[in-house]
């Protein structure tokens, strides 16, 4: 059985990732998609060949499962009423404005027994995997920096920090496996508009291993990296596609020629979870609780940390 899919949104992530990712994924047919530019109905329309809807209650009742790619502040009500009409729901992070409009839909899909889950796509990036695989008791320190070249959006710092710091802040809460996390201090300089120029956090995790997250929004470069020391040596990930282990020796690897930078960022395998656990009824990887979860330690971050 084909899961049918609806995508609702069409950005710049969807046009990017969720649309290419039609050729990659078999257990789904992809119905078509709803976005309330006429325009862009238009030429997404005649450039994917998918079937466009003027209306999400019309799309809605020919799917089993939406796929949501809006503005964030969309988030809620567009995926309320997906739920509301017994569809599964996949949104891209976060999963919405606010922790209490997260929670809500939470509930509503546990009560309608519906999948619920939030694009989170570095918990599913190989590399990434490889640091979240190693036991947590040899693990000495986590250190994450994600920076934009020239990327100051000029909107509110919580904006930014809910559409794009989220990553690093969700990244920290899947590697503690459950563990308490506790945030020690942490810096949001911004600019004379409000708007986030750079951000810096340090946590606790389970009392004993320190974690530290970082992103400038304009520093030059495009820079990703996720590092972890352990008993049993230094892990490094460059841009999700390169790693390094250094014992006595580095060892580098590069992502495989013949996978897809889809697959190598996590994209391809966190959208085949969702597809997988409607078809198969598999439990979710990452739940829309996760994504609670993950907003909660950002409210946390938004009103402990010191404003420069």
């Known amino acids: 059985m084909k899961v049918r899919i609806g995508l609702v949104g069409i950005g710049g ?28 109905r238009e030429l997404i329309e005649k450039k994917s060949g998918l079937k466009s809807f003027e209306h999400l209650a019309d799309l809605l009742q020919e799917v089993d499962a939406v796929m949501i790619h809006a503005a964030t502040e969309a988030h809620h009500s567009l995926a309320m009423e997906s739920l509301l009409a ?51 008791d040899s693990v000495a320190s986590i250190r994450m920096e994600k ?30 496996a459950g563990r ?28 004993r291993i320190p974690a530290h997250i970082s992103m400038h929004r304009s520093c030059g470069s495009n820079d990703e990296r996720l590092s972890a020391v352990t008993v049993n040596g230094l892990y490094d990930v460059r841009n999700l596609s390169q790693s390094t282990w250094t014992k006595d020796a580095a060892f580098v690897r590069t992502a495989p020629s013949w996978e897809t930078i889809l697959r190598t960022k996590g994209f391809t395998d966190v959208v085949h979870q969702f597809i997988e656990a409607i078809r198969e009824g598999n ?25 420069i």
């Open 13 to 40: 992530i969807a046009e990017k990732v969720y649309l290419p990712l039609m050729h990659e994924l078999t257990g789904a047919e992809w119905i078509g998609f709803h976005t309330r530019s006429a325009g862009k």
């Open 180 to 207: 308490p996390i506790r945030l020690l201090n942490g810096i949001i300089q911004t600019d004379d508009a409000g708007s986030l120029v750079y951000a810096e956090h340090s946590f606790l995790i389970d009392e």
């Open 147 to 176: 920076h934009r070249a020239s990327r100051v959006k000029p909107v509110p710092a919580s904006e930014t920090l809910f559409d794009d710091y989220i990553h690093l802040v969700d990244t920290i809460h899947w590697l503690s």
């Open 86 to 136: 017994g569809k599964h729901v996949y949104i891209d992070k976060p999963l919405a404005e606010t922790t209490e409009q997260a929670e809500e839909l939470v509930r509503i899909a546990r009560e309608r027994k519906l999948l619920l889950t939030v694009g989170f796509n570095r918990r599913f990036a190989p590399f990434y995997r490889e640091i979240a695989e190693l036991p947590l």
């Open 283 to 307: 439990p979710l990887a990452v739940t829309g609780e996760d994504g609670v979860e993950s907003g909660r330690l950002l409210d946390r971050i938004i009103s402990q940390s010191t404003y």
